[in-house]
């Protein structure tokens, strides 16, 4: 067969491929082959949007020009033929102008790393194609596939609020509640700045002058298709355009693959390393895309994509009598918590049934429903029902390998039938199911009597399931109490999940089942009693209503208060102002660059790493052979290559490459080097090492009780223990486990190495947050000077703490590879790789004892922390000592103890993250506060204020807390938030709701700012000037989302008394400013920002007599006067933090320059059947001094508030018991999406707090704020508390444990009630679950 040619538009002009490989995707394409890098790789399987393009065809079957945003990283480039894609490079242009969309998220401080919005851009924009002025509740759908890791995203929907027809700015007319012009002033009066960006700045849309579609693609919208075929290096693809051509083809390839949406393919393909060798697309054929009302229900195609059956069966729902759609109502409810719309609008309904997946959606609701499924081979056609039968074992269906599934048909329902969907996942939006299931029950005509009964599960087995035992046994019963009783108990019983199963929660998978049919089964009552108002089988008692509503989301409600510059401030002066980030024009147009952005060059070769699937084993060999025959392979490296040192880390206990052993799966054994990334995976994956295992340890308590430790314990402790227990009224003492946290920056690791050909030299473009060891690393591996060894960082996609040292593991290798090969190498890590091998922060365990009095006031504290650090020491005994200097949180305890441990384990080495052990440290405390409340019987918010600090009071490592302003934060919380009237709020919602509890927590936070390896508390900067006047500011600091680069030159710009618009930075480099600390420890805005001030004094300094011969002259006249009296206008700066001397020892000394402070209230709901929570209302009062940007300041509240919800209640790493990490993509490790931030969100700078310690009376930012999100956590506890109270045994002074995070599984299997009893099933001893708690 001759190869075809693909023919489409990419942003207007025409792209023709004759080589279109069925391999590669749209999102490769454009990077590699158009050289178009805004479309961003942030996972490569749908799941983060970072890749988001806009289709426009003209679809045949609906006769019009259809517009839809998609994954670029799941588009075949074969699937495209006659495709008008555009990218974010198309729709606008720092260098022309910006398109609004663009305009509005930076202006609106919507992107901070950068890396997510060109993703956000094009599905706001394909939302607006669509509809221009749509409604808020469309703008937060459109959003359903996107992740953003920095923001927040509050202020992406608010700046994009602006564009809706019943939520954009009325400009304070009144016409809109959540108008940020009605915050104008607060209850002290105090004037505050109305807005962080001013919505009448924004350039209006107009629709009329976007691109249109390709006049040559409108005029072949009836020319008649041909079969296409196009041919890759191993794979074939045929377009098919006719069913009979389909049929044909299956009964010739039987083995054929059908590909439509290739959302499950594609994802196979790239991680599973399947290979189909033929593909068969059958999307242009008509049978398959044909939408038929007919009499018993609406009939799809197999290829209708899943956005059409969704407005299909919508416009039904709004067009038929509701008796008719109660299915359909079902199925909405699945796709409406299904994926994004990027893979809705192209994933089609028939690939979601044939994949069979044990966990589809789609499949319990067709199946309850009985839905009619019509399948076709060559000269056969059959319907048959979806029952039971349908799906004989895993991923398997009845149909035959030459038979295709042509239509699904959605019945209709009818009078006396009820039919519900139920969903449960880690995160509602783009989650996949823990259970999913749908449930029809048919009523003898006129009575409650059962006629069908049918309750079908996903999730349940390795197959969609239907409960036949169960509903079987309830044909001819009525629909009352006692049904409800024997269908639990029966399902209890029918229901099996083995102890091991794959996805593990066995417990609370089983609960929810049960949990779900009560929804059902009340949800009926509820409709019974509409229709009828006979009492036929009992009534709905009101305090159950709530139970049977389905997932609503309120609009959303913000405010944000800080304090404006102060009267009289030049306004040029830009510092204390809302800058927005310098870059995120250029981030928001695509045309911001970030490391893989870099253009390859010529003689460019990839490298993939080879990584140890064994946790602890001795290597036996390593074989290449299969790896040498894959096409472009240049080399293999292992550590015999090195001609350095192959001992790298921190601390010396690393190698660059395992030399015999291995200590966790992921540990870099050797890479590949390839012509190709592509190539580079398939010779990874074909290098077969074999090992010898050895006894691996892989939990905290496994390392306890082989005394598998790091180094010594260490401790501070002050006051009598002894003494303290022994006058408490009260002793509390147990046990408390907080998970590990994977950073998840929306750009993996990338590092580019280029061999200079000169003396050893080497410059390397390195996504990392330390440019000093990326170059040490680098040059002790290859046994050459620092000096040889240029690092330079333009900008990350984000960090966290997981780019300051485990960068180099990347780095190091791809520098042998360049210096191996003398031709430039590029690596950047797929996600899955970046989660495996790379780290995260370390889960801590904690054994804790606290003595109290009856008044609530701890008189002794006794903490013994234990945290999984890994397989290397890397920054674990920093993050220790900071989790013992925050074992206080913010209270004052007279006699305390807290210890150490580091667990030596065999998993990837865990590493810096937000918080630093600071946030692990304060969770433990706040977790024995809240005990303390509990048991005394008091208020919590009333304990906690009673044992916190004073102005003056000195903490547990003796350090005075001077500038104290918690009370100030704390009192104005509490009356922002309206603490008290709220609660009483709580208590009456709780009394009122059986099912459904409302929690309301205000916890405060103290943070220490100063790196505590004191030597790195130093900063270097460059100024220099030009002739023209313009500025080059560089400094030791490395951007990544944070906003440093932006206060920088608001700070210099002050410093000089120019414009920022004089300033400019470029990068960040070892040849600028050397031996430069990590950005890290929140202290990079203090400690380069004092190094700028310095270096711009000393060129004032030059300027001086200049000066003063011109005074009234200008900045570039002075400039030019230097220059030619050969004045330098080139200087540095340099700053180091005075008096950082405290000694773990003697317990004394200074550890911190100064502390951040902050306070927030939130209010949240539970489900209690399903352990779902809503966060209702969070406020926060946050101490940023004088804040030098009020709306980066405001972004890292808020942005890091929302990491920590992620990290106390939503993200959970599993782990099997071999150590393998299961969690390593946004597929199975959920971050916070839109849909998980409060829904009143309020954030609030504390005012007149000018901190005398740093740049121009600021304050640290980054991390501080992350702990707040704590205050969820509690809050869910407290509404844990109200659900056990009322169902168990219990309490409400009880004590129970909830470890963090919060999933919805803890809070379910916390609620105890019968349905958790009926669920429970003995352990067996010797049952190896599917995951550990690490
Ligand atoms: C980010 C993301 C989120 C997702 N979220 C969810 C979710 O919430 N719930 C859920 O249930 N699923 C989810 N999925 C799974 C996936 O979207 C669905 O299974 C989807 O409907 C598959 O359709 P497709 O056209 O993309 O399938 P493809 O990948 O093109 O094909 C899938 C399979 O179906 C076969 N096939 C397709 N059409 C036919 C036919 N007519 N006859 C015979 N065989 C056929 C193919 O041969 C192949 O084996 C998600 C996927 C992604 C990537
Ligand atoms: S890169 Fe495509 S969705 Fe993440
Ligand atoms: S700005 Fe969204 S991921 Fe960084």
Redesign the pocket.
């Known amino acids: 067969m001759t190869a075809d040619e693909v023919v489409f538009f990419v942003n207007g002009k025409k792209v023709v491929e004759k080589n279109a490989d069925p391999e590669m995707t749209l999102l490769v394409y454009l990077r590699r082959k158009l050289g178009l890098c805004g479309t961003k790789l942030g996972c490569g399987?749908?799941?983060c949007g970072a890749c988001t393009v806009m289709f426009s065809k003209y679809d045949r079957f609906q006769n019009k020009i259809v517009h839809f945003p998609a994954?670029a990283c799941?588009a075949p480039i074969c699937s495209l033929h006659h495709v008008a894609v555009t990218t974010v490079e198309g729709i606008g242009s720092v260098k022309t102008r910006l398109h609004p969309v663009q305009e509005r998220i930076a202006k609106s401080h919507g992107s901070q790393c950068g890396f997510c919005t060109p993703g956000m851009v094009m599905s706001m924009y394909a939302l607006l194609r669509n509809k221009p002025e749509p409604t808020i509740e469309e703008i937060e759908n459109a959003f359903q596939?996107n992740l953003c890791r920095c923001t927040g995203y509050r202020p992406i929907l608010q700046g994009y609020r602006t564009f809706a027809m019943d939520g954009g700015c009325c400009g304070g007319k009144g016409g809109n509640p959540n108008c940020c012009m009605n915050q104008k002033t607060d209850h002290t009066q105090v004037t505050h700045s109305p807005s962080l960006f001013n919505p009448e700045e924004f350039m209006p849309l107009d629709p009329t002058q976007e691109p249109i579609f390709p006049p040559e693609l409108l005029r072949l919208k009836d020319a008649p298709r041909k079969q296409l075929c196009f041919q890759g290096e191993r794979v074939t693809w045929i377009q098919a355009c006719t069913l009979r051509e389909l049929l044909d083809l299956k009964a010739k390839h039987p083995d054929?693959?059908?590909?439509?949406?290739?959302?499950?393919?594609?994802?196979?393909m790239k991680f599973k390393n399947r290979l189909f060798p033929l593909i068969v697309?059958?999307a242009w054929i008509p049978e398959?895309n044909l939408v038929e009302h007919r009499q018993e229900g609406i009939s799809f195609?197999?290829?209708c994509?899943?956005s059409l059956v969704e407005k299909t069966l919508a416009e039904a729902v709004v067009e038929l009598p509701a008796l008719k759609t109660e299915v359909f109502r079902g199925v909405l409810e699945?796709l409406r918590?299904?994926?994004?719309k990027?893979?809705?609008s192209?994933?089609?309904?028939?690939?979601?049934?044939?994949?069979a997946?044990p966990?589809?959606?789609?499949?319990p609701v067709l199946m309850a429903s009985g839905a009619k499924m019509t399948?076709a081979s060559q000269g056969t056609r059959r319907t048959v029902r979806m029952d039971h039968t349908f799906f004989p074992d895993y991923r398997r269906?009845l149909?035959s390998p030459e038979?295709?599934?042509?239509a699904i048909e959605i019945p209709f329902s009818r009078e006396g039938e009820f039919f519900s969907a139920f969903?449960q996942?880690s995160r509602r939006e783009?989650?996949?199911?823990k259970v999913?299931c749908g449930m029809r029950v048919l009523f003898k005509p006129g009575t409650t009597e059962v006629k069908e009964l049918a309750v079908c599960y996903?999730g349940m087995a390795n197959r969609t399931i239907s409960a036949l035992k169960t509903t079987q046994k309830q044909l001819s019963k009525e629909w009352n109490e006692q049904l409800l009783q024997d269908v639990c108990a029966s399902l209890a019983e029918e229901l099996h999940l083995p102890h091991n199963a794959p996805g593990g929660m066995v417990e609370y998978r089983r609960t929810l089942t049960l949990s779900f049919f009560f929804k059902f089964y009340l949800t009926v009552l509820k409709k019974l009693g509409k229709a009828d108002s006979k009492d036929k089988c009992g009534q709905l008692d009101p305090t159950y209503d709530s139970a049977t509503l389905l997932f609503q989301k309120d609009p959303p409600a913000n405010v944000q208060l800080f304090q404006e510059v102060p009267e009289g401030q030049s306004a040029e002066d830009m510092v204390g102002r809302p800058l927005p980030h310098l870059a995120a024009s250029m981030q928001a147009s695509g045309e911001a660059v970030y490391c893989d952005d870099i253009p390859r060059y010529e003689n460019e070769l990839s490298l993939r790493l080879v990584t140890s699937t064994r946790a602890h084993a001795k290597i036996k060999s390593i074989d290449t052979s299969e790896a040498q025959k894959v096409p472009g392979f240049v080399c293999f490296l292992s550590a015999d290559d090195i001609p350095g040192s192959n001992i790298t880390g921190l601390f010396g206990d690393e190698t660059v490459f395992a030399k015999d052993k291995v200590t966790c799966i992921g540990h870099i054994i050797g890479a590949v080097v390839t012509d190709t990334p592509e190539h580079a995976q398939r010779a990874a994956q074909a290098v077969k090492v074999t090992y010898e295992e050895l006894p691996a340890i892989i939990t905290i308590e496994d390392a306890i009780k082989n005394n598998s430790f790091y180094g010594a314990e260490l401790k501070i402790e002050k006051g009598n223990l002894k003494k303290g227990f022994a006058e408490a009224d009260n002793v509390v003492s147990g046990e408390l486990y907080i998970g590990g946290q994977e950073h998840f920056y929306l750009e993996t690791h990338c590092t580019i190495a280029v061999p200079k050909g000169e003396e050893g030299e080497m410059e390397l473009f390195v996504s990392t947050q330390n440019t000093m060891k990326t170059q040490s690393f680098v040059a002790k591996m290859l046994g050459v000077p620092e000096n040889r060894i240029l690092v330079r960082v333009k900008r990350m996609g984000g960090g966290f703490g997981g780019k300051e040292t485990r960068s180099t593991v990347v780095s190091t290798a791809v520098a042998l590879a360049a210096h191996k090969t003398g031709r430039p190498v590029r690596c950047m890590l797929d996600r899955d790789e970046d989660m495996l091998i790379t780290g995260g922060r370390h889960p801590f365990l904690a054994r804790y004892k606290v003595g109290f009095m009856k008044t609530g006031k701890v008189v002794a504290l006794e903490v013994d922390h234990y945290s999984n650090a890994g397989n290397t020491m890397d920054l674990s005994q920093s993050i220790m000592e900071r989790a013992l200097f925050h074992m206080d949180n913010c209270y004052k305890i007279p006699n305390i103890r807290g210890t150490g441990r580091l667990c030596k384990t065999n998993l990837a080495s865990n590493t810096a993250f937000r918080g630093f052990g600071g946030p692990q440290g304060m969770f433990i405390a706040e977790h024995w506060m809240s005990e303390v409340a509990v048991t005394c019987g008091l208020p919590a918010e009333e304990v906690r204020r009673k044992n916190m600090y004073k102005e003056g009071d000195v903490t547990h490592f003796n350090q005075k807390l001077e500038g104290f302003t918690l009370s100030r934060c704390w009192e104005e919380c509490l009356a922002n938030s309206q603490y008290q009237a709220r609660r009483s709020e709580v208590e009456n919602f709780n009394k009122q709701n059986c099912w459904k509890k409302r929690g309301l927590c205000i916890i405060p936070t103290k943070f220490g700012i100063s790196f505590t390896l004191f030597f790195l508390n130093q900063a270097g900067a460059l100024v220099h000037v030009y002739t023209d006047g313009s500025v080059l500011l560089t400094h030791g600091g490395t951007e990544m989302g944070q906003g440093l680069h932006t206060k920088m030159v608001q700070v210099a710009s002050r410093a000089l008394d120019i414009p920022t618009s004089k300033i400019h930075i470029s990068e960040t480099s070892t040849n600028t400013v050397p031996n430069a600390s990590p950005t890290a420890a929140s202290v990079s805005t203090d400690l380069n920002g004092q190094a700028v001030v310095k270096a711009c004094e000393t060129i004032l300094e030059r300027l001086k007599p200049i000066k003063k011969k011109n005074p009234h002259g200008s900045w570039e006249e002075w400039v030019k006067a230097a220059y030619e009296n050969s004045v330098s206008l080139s200087a540095t700066g340099f700053y180091s933090t005075p008096d950082l001397n405290y000694s773990f020892e003697t317990n004394s000394g200074k550890a911190f320059h100064y502390f951040s402070y902050g306070v927030a209230c939130s209010e949240v709901e539970i489900d209690c059947l399903t352990g779902d929570h809503k966060n209702l209302r969070t406020d926060i009062v946050m101490d940023v001094g004088s804040s030098l940007n009020p709306a980066i300041d405001i972004g890292q509240v808020e942005g890091g508030f929302v990491q920590g919800l992620g990290l106390f209640t939503m993200e959970e790493l599993h782990y099997s018991p071999e150590g393998s990490l299961h969690t390593r993509g946004?597929?199975t490790y959920k971050i916070p999406a839109f849909g998980s931030i409060p829904i009143e969100f309020h954030v609030s700078l504390l005012r007149n707090c000018p901190n005398q310690k740093a740049i121009y009376s600021s304050k640290a930012v980054g991390e501080p704020p992350l702990f707040l999100a704590a205050s969820i956590f509690f809050a869910i506890k407290d509404a844990i508390r109200a659900a056990r109270a009322q169902h168990g045994t219990y309490n409400m002074n009880e004590l129970f444990r909830l470890d963090s995070p919060a999933t919805p599984e803890k809070i379910r299997n916390a609620c105890v009630d019968k349905f958790t009893t009926l669920a429970v099933t003995g352990v067996p001893e010797d049952c190896k679950p599917w995951c550990l708690r690490v």
Do not use: H, M, R, Y
């Open positions: 399987e749908g799941g994954n799941l596939g054929a693959k059908l590909v439509v949406g290739n959302t499950e393919i594609g994802v196979e697309c059958p398959l195609g197999a290829a994509p899943l699945q918590w299904f994926s994004g990027q893979v809705k192209v994933a089609s309904i028939g690939g979601n049934v044939i994949t997946s966990i589809s959606d789609l499949n399948l269906t149909l038979e295709i599934l042509l969903k996942a783009d989650d996949i199911a999913t996903g946004p597929s």
